[in-house]
């Protein structure tokens, strides 16, 4: 056993060697391959563990006799090693067998006398290195236990637990080393064998195991019936025999990257089943290990996942088809729960807000971005009696929308409370963009009206004030000089006066009866520019004044083709901009600027101002309806589209070039009359 000769570790047959705990009775270890341990022990197939008996050892006497086995003679060596029970010898330091009692010699079928003063028996695969420690742990007083397999002569191999342990003098003394066979009992190894194939028919999993070569060694019911194959035909064949190339080529790497790592593997693939469809399965893997720890096989699992993958896919295209629908209707859902405050909307409110959905994970987030005199009021709609309401929401770009939100609470506590809560807020920013432009233009249409009305009455009466005080003049015009004294003077002064401002009050009139005629958008015709223009000038003149200089050159343009109603509306839009787009404060620093000029067959007409100018980002914008910079309350966003679609409607076009910081210019484009064909 301790000879020279050394059986080598490539020859490993299920040996197991491992030190055991200070009591000697547990054995980290592998599996038995089919074999059993005797009456009393037991092995752990889910740790792997062998747990020897302390009871049973010291019923056969065997773990005090391994223990400390007293050395004192050889005869009353042999005698203490017979009755320790099973077989169990002594050994010197120096590896030869000192006591061979009649147990061992009829285990090993070898008499006492040829054993004595010869190597102990060397168990089959086991290397001296090793059983040199199980040495060297004994003189140290220590224990340890090996599984191996001991070839006797002319008998079959014998699986046997050895205990290695010291043997001491009269005196405690260690001088040697006890070590006792215990065999391996066979037929509990078949009861073993056999339950364990009970437990695998049972399970309803496909489930199988290969060797290291991943040829199949056994497999369940289950696993002939996914593959339509009995287990005599099963066994001995490769993953290439039994699955199509793609397939085998997946099984072979993973299982080869399975028995590199060592541990367990869980993956999703396809089996052909034995209908000869692929089904979706997936794989469930370990190794196998032998008795010196390496792994020498794989055993898995399938489970078929097919139709929960068929469920998964339908989910995902309801979902889609949900998404999609949504998108579709621009409305935003969301789902709230109360007791959390844990918030879920709908994928398009990043869209229409620019916020993500992460950002308003909450309620309480969500009304962050509300203003805060409407917070109070979505609160109470949020409350026991849900309903419907309009409230603005802050976007990501600082912009206010407005939402329309209808509450429904589908879930209450015990005492009536809302605990969840779902509802859909729909973008009604348009319309109550429309709604708030229809109230502008009527009041604009009242104001034409009552300006109409008011001009007509104020004509006629400065119709007679104006030809009474042309009178009055023209009668003392014609009085003789030396008539006239110093009090008739004042008196002809005051006329003229009043007639100077009597002729101001009737070019307002009828500047305000221009500007409100209600003519056919349709109806264009030949126009002033240049008096149209000044016209509006005139209007807003004052306006202007307050904030900034005023500066007109008109150059003389032929007439152009347009509605002067129209066109007017357009300067008067671009002027109020214009001075809008100061601030008050420094007039001498500001200039407004309307030039006229002819190019080509066209007549340009630009109005400029030393303003604040607009933003490169929203340039391409401002002609769109309803887009404004402007102040809640200043601007409705359609006086450049309204004044874009009247220059288009004469055959023109309305530019801009701006910078901020550098003010605006606006440009309005018009064809000469005469370069239009008249129509036939």
Known sequence: MYGDADAGEGQRQGVLLERATPDGDRLPGGAHRGRGLARGHSWSHRTGEVALNRRSFTRQGIGSGVRGVPWIGTAQLEAALEGAGGATFAVGWDGAIRSWPPSVARFFGLAGADAVGRPGPQPVGLGQQRLQEALSAAARGEQTIIEVVFARCERQPVPAMLVIGPARDEQGVSVGAAVAVVPMDAHAADTAERRLATVLDSIPAPTFFKDARGVYQGCNPAFETYLGRPRSEIIGLSPEDVAPPHLARVYREADLALMKAGTTQVYETRVQHADGTERQVLFTKGVLRDASGAVDGIVGTMLDITDRKRAEEALRRSEERLRLVLESVGEILWDWDVADDALTVSSNFEAMTGWPPREIASMRAALRLLESSERPRLRRVLGPNASDVEHRVRTASGQWRWLRTRVKVVERSARGLPRRVVGVSADVTERKQIEESLLVADRLASLGALAAGVGHELNNPLAYVL??????????????????????????????????????????????????????????????????????????????????????????????????????QVFLNLLVNAYQAIEPGAVDANLVRVTTRLAGSEVVVAIQDTGCGIDPRVLPRIFDPFFTTKPVGIGTGLGLAISQRIAKSSGGRLEVESAPGAGSTFRLILPVASSIAAPT
């Open 467 to 568: 030809t009474n005080l042309r009178f009055a003049l023209n009668a003392l015009a014609e009085q003789k000089p030396e008539a006239r004294d110093a009090a008739c003077e004042e008196i002809v002064s005051a006329l003229r006066d009043a007639l100077d401002g009597a002729e101001r009050m009737r070019t307002v009139v009828c500047d305000l009866r221009a500007i409100s005629r209600q003519d056919d958008d349709s109806k264009v015709g030949t126009v002033d520019v240049e008096a149209t223009l000044d016209v509006s000038v005139r209007l807003v003149r004052n306006e202007i004044l307050q904030r900034a200089r005023l500066q007109t050159e008109y150059l003389g343009l032929p007439p152009a083709r347009g509605n002067a109603a129209r066109l007017g």
